[in-house]
């Protein structure tokens, strides 16, 4: 039995940013203790709330540069109900427009305090917003 495979594309590993050790300087820090830096601003000015579903690419960093999961790598936008993520994507979301891609700083508190399965620490991510629906 022989296959044939043919490559249809490759697609680069998103290069680990270098301030995933701690928020920078001109990075909002909110009230709960997210942080976040606008990388690219999106359009208008809706906004998601907690009952929205959205689209998002997404890459997340451990704060020793380790990469844990991408949306980019899978090549496929994940989507979801914004309440049923983890606090600090709930939050940070919320703050979004369409098209915009922004860095967050995720505190263990509103990370993953209770799941030893999950990466742990303050988890850093580059979100960017497709759609709400």
Not at 19 to 37: E, F, N, Q, R
Not at 52 to 68: D, E, L, P
Not at 97 to 111: N, S
Not at 116 to 129: A, H, N, S, W, Y
Request: aromatic share 10%; glycine share 8%; net charge neutral.
């Amino acid at each position: 039995m022989y296959f044939d495979t043919e490559l249809l594309e490759i697609v680069p590993r998103p290069i680990t940013p270098p301030d995933v050790a701690a928020p920078p300087a001109d990075a909002t820090t909110t009230a709960s203790g997210l942080a976040y830096k606008v990388l690219r601003p999106g359009r208008g000015d809706k906004h998601p709330s907690r009952a929205s579903k959205v689209a998002v690419h997404y890459s997340g960093w451990t704060t020793n540069g380790r990469m844990f999961d991408s949306s980019v790598l899978r090549g496929t936008p994940s989507e979801f109900p914004l309440d049923e993520v983890i606090k600090g994507w709930t939050e940070g979301l919320q703050l979004m427009t369409v098209g915009e891609k922004t860095r967050f700083w995720i505190p263990a508190k509103l990370a993953y305090p209770h799941d030893r399965t999950k990466p742990q620490g303050m988890l850093v991510f580059d979100i960017e917003l497709i759609s709400i629906k």
